[in-house]
């Protein structure tokens, strides 16, 4: 059984509540009908049933809850979750009763609610205003102050000696642009919980850098060594019981010979199986090649870090995208 086919096999034991948000999208509604038949998950779809026959009119929908802000009766209730999580940042109760009423903020107040177990949406939908609503009300687990996103990686085959696990985590490829020594520590222990819980693997984690173990330093130019080191050593504090270290070059962390030579003595250096690396240039542009010129196949990105599970999509998404976002935030939730 394929990765993707355990995760959802799992989501669907599970039986958690999702939230899609966008009613107003053809591929959100297939999605919601699919994953309703499949068993994958119990879906809460905010929109309305003339909407939904509108755009996708061959659609069934048996199963799905249909939840319209605009009509329903917890939006004011939600009003109030928002105006208490907001009025410190000058929100007036107006204006959380008219902001309730987006989609995507509904969703979010839902999750935070305890309403359903997870939310997923931005198929028609920017980023920022996927995970605004998330980062604002639902905010970051206990001990967490970034949330950040990890693609998970899985391989062609299982012929690669440097990947002999056949799956790896890499992060943060999507949301944290220029991370601080604090954030990447946060990357690198909420990526390990992805990689046990979502990709199903003991987690290994390498700190990457262009330096292994202070071989290669820009101590006169932009400190991005030290930052790395920095984060390895609070890292370490925070979770003394994870398999991590760093600072690594790739090859030093994948490679047994060289993290023999290059880091002697660490006990992820040669084997690593989370790469987080030290900014979005990097790992986005890391993950791509792994993509393209790898073969392998990219689940994310998957946010971690909330306090409770949401998840963004991609405008480019098809249906088969949501389907596997809807499962990973499944298993993802308590
Ligand atoms: C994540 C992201 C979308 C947030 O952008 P934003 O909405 O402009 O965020 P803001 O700076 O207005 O912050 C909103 C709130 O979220 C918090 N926040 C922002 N980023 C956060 C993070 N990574 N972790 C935890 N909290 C965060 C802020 O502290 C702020 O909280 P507050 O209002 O309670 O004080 C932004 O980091 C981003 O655009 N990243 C790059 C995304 C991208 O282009 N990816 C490419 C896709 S491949």
Redesign the pocket.
Known sequence: MSLLDQIKAKAAARKKTIVLCEGEDKRVIEAAARITKEGIAKIVLIGNEAECKKVAPEVDLTGVTLIDPLTSAKTAEYAAILYEA?KA?GMTEEQAKEQAKDRTIFGALMLKAGDVDGYVSGACHS???T??PG??VV??APGI????SCFIMIAPDNKNPYNPDGVAVFAD?????EPTAE?LADIAITSAKTAKSIAGIEPRVAMLSFSTKGSGNDDKFYQTVPKVQQAVEIAKAAAPDLALDGEFQFDAAVAPEVGKLKAPGSKVAGCANVFVFPN?NAG?IGYKIAQRFGGYMAIG?VCQ?FAKPLNDL?RGCNVEDIVATVAVTALQAE
């Open positions: 907001r940042k980023t920022a205003n995970l605004r980062l604002q905010k970051t102050k970034t949330v950040s490829c999507a949301i944290n642009i954030q979005i986005n990105p870090g991609s």
